[in-house]
């Protein structure tokens, strides 16, 4: 089973996965808010979810590979548009790219962030590190 290491960030700023402006269904996507979207159960919940229910296919990658993804959680909690941010240094094949996609498809809701006592819909960029047997 590969193991996984999670860890948030949203400094990067060039993407063809971040449209701009950055909206979703008319909505401004936030980068930042008063309470950011959180898994539920948090970051290690999380990782245990992606372990879980991501499915190596044996052959295709082997080693540490670090995937950058973004996706945006909207108001209601829900995973939206996972897309990978692409870097020629640590690159997967498109099965294991398809695979956690997948994954992030799957997600239960989120509990979403907040903006101004408002729910806001949010981006977040972050890097998953996988080790591949």
């Not at 499915?55 to 995937?67: A, D, E, P, V």
């Amino acid at each position: 089973m590969p193991a996984f290491l999670f860890s948030q960030q949203s400094n990067l700023q060039a993407s063809d996965c971040i449209p701009k402006p950055d909206t979703l269904d008319g909505q401004k996507v936030f980068r930042l808010a008063n309470t950011l979207a959180q898994y539920p159960g948090g970051d290690a919940k999380m990782m245990d979810f992606i372990g879980k229910n991501f499915k190596h296919l044996k052959g295709k990658n082997t080693g540490k590979k670090t995937l950058t993804i973004t996706i945006v959680i909207d108001a209601s909690g829900k995973v939206r548009n996972p897309c990978l941010i692409k870097s020629k240094s640590d690159m997967a094949d498109e099965n294991t790219e398809r695979e956690i996609i997948r994954v992030f498809n799957a997600m239960p809701k989120w509990t979403p962030a907040e903006l101004n006592g408002k729910k806001a819909y949010t981006r977040i960029i972050m890097p998953v590190q996988l080790w591949l047997d």
